[in-house]
């Protein structure tokens, strides 16, 4: 007999069950000796076994007898299964039987000293289980639980230490993870038991402490305490013997003063009222006592960075936890040590360890210490943000901080990170392109240490200064010379740009690229002189406010970056290229206008030697150059002066286009040539670069090729869609045909760039859009799916935001070429044509939010195929296509209400929309969207509670007898949606939802809090017992915020129908 026959035999529920073939199918289905068919039947028997009902029945006879520990596992997941969704659903004597074996079982397994590491991946899979039982039980059915477990820990360490664990789980479960899991009612119950039976708790912690000593019980005691200490009562911690037992009995012991070091940090996290003194007395108390066991285990004089770098791991965790502890308590409780004379020296020596950690070459540990250095500097900074501000110069708290400041900013101009870089990258199209890689991590990095460092030059400019200059002097006598600590110096001058007065400044930097220009002469090698060059040009191009000041200098620095652009040693060109851009961003007008001893502005210089200029330059790199030119130019705000600056700029990518357009017109084939394609899209891109930096003046280069432009569109549009229909969608991987959509595209982004730095909608529409949507629109509607070029329906959204309402009258022609053939690509599924799909439903969004008049003007049913486009767009599994979905259609709803076609709208598509929403917000692949769909939902019950809903929803529907409300049917439309949908909940739990819909659809935190309590519900089969439901509590909370609701509106004059206000306010 096969594997597959033997398998099937496994859902015979009628004959005895095999363990043995169990374990096998297991190993089938895991993918051991088997593989392929075999192995997927196996994995679906197995499948239709977890979901049989009666499965949970044959878990104790596969935990007993089964061989395989991944067969034990499956089983426990059978049991998980059933108590998380149908626990209520059991007999009273079922839930016994179940919650009686487990215990059992763990009791058995955990008094065996071995098992707890032998068997603890099982155990702790039971330990979960046994807290999902006691979620449930606890402690109405089983209220002696906390005394059970607290009892049986005193009889056995081992058994004790599982029963600690069991607790930590019960703990996170209840306190941390219970959002989205229990109902907000449940939760909290559940939370006011666990701290009213802490005592029970606390006292074995105290007892295990005073008299264990089995290393493994004492540390997961410890563990334990840590995750009590959110939530226990601070009399447990401070009017307890806790502390000191932590201190003085744990701290200093190897194998439990990380532990304990985690326990405290816990422990000074906790707030107080600044009028507490008791409790400052205490905090202060905990920091002096955790403080002087510190330096007899770590002497203040320890070179923590070397004990680090040749400690072990726990060693290595001591000081990152000791960097938790220092940093929490320092950023909460600084203040309180400040305001005491006394703690001033425990709050220095404090400061000295934070310092020796900083130092430490570990990049999670630095980030911990500069989080609390930069709150430390800011505050300090604000208590004087301006050098002519006199306030609070007596109660200043920056003198006892000056000592331990210095030697931060030793540390952070020593160890600056690396600024945001660019990177050269070959795209789809196969170019090589700059992109820049975005590593968040590093740049957040780079962005706070920034932050730190121009706080700590606020502070102390001559220190900062005096530190930069001595670094400087190292690198340049050869003391601290490697590229690594020039770079990042280098970083640091860059970083502090602006932070102290303009005279300052120019001193400093004067002496800077005095010294680094130096150094170019000095050192051999071409990587060091490269090295030193790229660094002096980051730091140029960091200080604009310095060159806007000195022309002369500005020009030399310029040309000295048309000397780099030569330059082929890797990476420099690049360097000249992003500091050019800088400076032309930053110093634009300093180039059209003439400067003091100049006879005309530099930027006609510059135009007039471009070609040699970028002679050396990779495509790439001369884009860059075009768009730094075209800020330049952008200064100019003479147009009469502008234009020929414009014709000049453009003279060289013009020439070799005409010659192109020359060509094409005796042979358009030419078109279809490889590198005739490449010419035209590195033409393209740099007007695109041009036209972005210039904006809409840009308008007289563009007229000068836009037809041409489209003309080669339409062309080589026809090319691509011939070539697909001939040979197949794999021809649209050809080189040749990669680089003719890329032509194609580069036409789109330089149109859509320039439309979008327009002013002038009426030269766009009049001028620019007709032959636009002739050429593109008829091309996109006749090619074949895979040959349309998503970025059209891009060039189409941005064009729609960009002019807004003024595009009204071309929205129907639009829709007509490019709504029902995109909608027809993407309909079928939720992963083809992944660009086509988002660009398309930010075009809808843009139609919805700047031109929805036309959606009124459109057939009865090409409106309900946008309205189907927008369910089918918030069900996608696509996180950004959902959103989209989302906001398109709560636009839309309140577009709606202000026109006179809403309760047409209404009653056509209120509740289809409420119910696809419904099915959204039950699918568990959409849960990151409830906010939206909150909102969403309030406002539908909001618009029929408030009468805006004035058409009868209940038209036509036969159910409906006697008259009614649009209130009370969508009340009953919802319950009886969600009886269908969910039989399991019972009419006074969804009667309750409902009633939660109403009240609180004007608050939508709150709506959204109560629709997170629903997918609990629904998740679980509630049985005869509701109790741990609490519909009464949750009716009476409702209900007051349904009263408190109606008094808010009270409270405005008119918001009430008169018929609805109270008899009292009649008179």
Known sequence: MSIQQQAAQLLDFNQKFDVVLLDNVVACGLGGAVQGVEQHFCQQILTQLKEHPDAWTRVDMILEFSQSQSTKFYALGIL???????????????????????????????????????????????????????????????????????????????????????????????????????????????????????????????????????????????????????????????????????????????????????????????????????????????????????????????????????????????????????????????????????????????????????????????????????????????????????????????????????????????????????????????????????????????????????????????????????????????????????????????????????????????????ELLGMVEMKRGKDNKAIIASNIMYIVGQYPRFLRAHWKFLKTVVKKLFEFMHELHDGVQDMACDTFIKIAQKCRRHFVFVQAGETQPYIKEILNTISSIICDLQPQQVHTFYEAVGYMISAQTDSLMMEPLIEKYFELPNSVWDNIIQQAAKDVTVLQERETAKQLSNILKTNIAGCGAIGHPYVTQLGRVYLDMLNVYKVLSENISTAISTHGEQAAKQPQLVAMRAVKQDVLRLISTWISKSHDHKMVLDNFMPPFLEAVLADYHRNVPSAREPLVLSALATTINHLGECITVHVPMIFDAVFECTLEMINKDFQEFPEHRMNFFNMLQAVTEHCFPAFLQMPPMQFKLIMDSIIWAFKHTMRNVAETGLNILLQLLKNVEMTEAAQGFYSTYYLLVLQHIFSVVTDSSHTADLFMHATILARLFCIVEDGAVSVALYEGDATVTGPTTNQVYVAGFVSHLLGQAYPHLQEQQRRVLVEGFFSLDTNVSGFRDHLRDFLVQIREIAGEDSSDLFLEERKQQLEAAAQEKRQQQIAVPGVLNPHELPDEMES
């Open 80 to 514: 998980q299964d059933v108590i998380k969704t149908r626990w209520k659903a059991l007999s009273r004597e079922q839930c016994e039987g179940i919650k009686t074996y487990i215990v059992g079982l763990i009791i058995k397994l955990s008094s065996e000293p071995g098992s707890l590491t032998t068997e603890l991946l099982y155990l702790n899979k039971l330990n979960a289980i046994l807290v999902q039982i006691v979620k449930h039980e606890w402690p109405r059915n089983w209220p002696t639980f906390i005394g059970d477990i607290v009892g049986a820990s005193k009889t056995n360490e081992s058994l004790c230490q599982n029963n600690l664990a069991i607790l930590k789980i019960l703990s996170e479960e209840i306190f941390d993870f219970s959002a989205g899991v229990m109902t907000q009612n449940k939760a909290k119950y559940l939370k006011d038991t666990m701290c009213d039976d802490f005592p029970q708790i606390f006292e074995l912690c105290t007892f295990v402490m005073q008299n264990s000593q089995s290393v493994s019980l004492v540390h997961e005691t410890l563990e334990t305490i840590q995750r009590f200490i959110t939530w226990m009562p601070l009399g447990y911690i401070f009017r307890t013997k806790l502390v000191p037992t932590l201190i003085y009995k744990y701290l200093n012991v190897p194998e439990f003063r990380n532990v304990t070091l985690r326990c405290l940090t816990e422990v000074a996290s906790i707030t107080f009222g600044k009028e507490d003194e008791e409790s400052a007395d205490l905090f202060c108390s905990l920091f002096t006592l955790t403080l002087g066991q510190l330096k007899q285990m770590l002497p203040l004089t320890t070179n923590i960075k070397e004990a680090y770098k040749n400690g072990r791991d726990p060693e290595q965790a001591f000081i990152l936890n000791l960097s938790m502890f220092l940093c929490t308590y320092l950023k909460i409780h600084g203040s309180l040590l400040e305001s005491r004379a006394n703690m001033h020296d425990p709050l220095l020596e404090a400061l000295h360890y934070l310092v020796l950690i900083s130092e430490v070459e570990e990049k999670e540990i630095f980030k911990i210490c500069l989080e609390y250095w930069s709150t430390l500097t800011f505050e300090l900074y604000l208590e004087k943000p301006f050098p002519s501000d006199t306030v609070a110069q007596q109660v200043s708290r920056r003198p006892l901080y000056y000592p331990v400041l210095s030697k931060v900013r030793l540390i952070m101009i020593s160890n600056m990170a690396k600024p945001e870089e660019v990177v050269v990258v070959e795209n789809e199209a196969g170019e090589v392109v700059r992109e820049t890689m975005v590593d968040t991590d590093a740049v957040s990095l780079y962005k706070t240490m920034r932050a730190t460092l121009v706080y700590l030059t606020h502070l102390d400019w001559y220190d900062t200064e005096r530190i930069m200059t001595e670094k400087l002097e190292s690198q340049v006598n050869g003391s601290e010379w490697s590229w690594k600590n020039l770079n990042r110096l280098c970083w640091a001058i860059g970083s502090i740009s602006g932070a102290t007065i303009e005279e300052n400044e120019k001193r400093f930097l004067v002496t800077v690229i005095k």
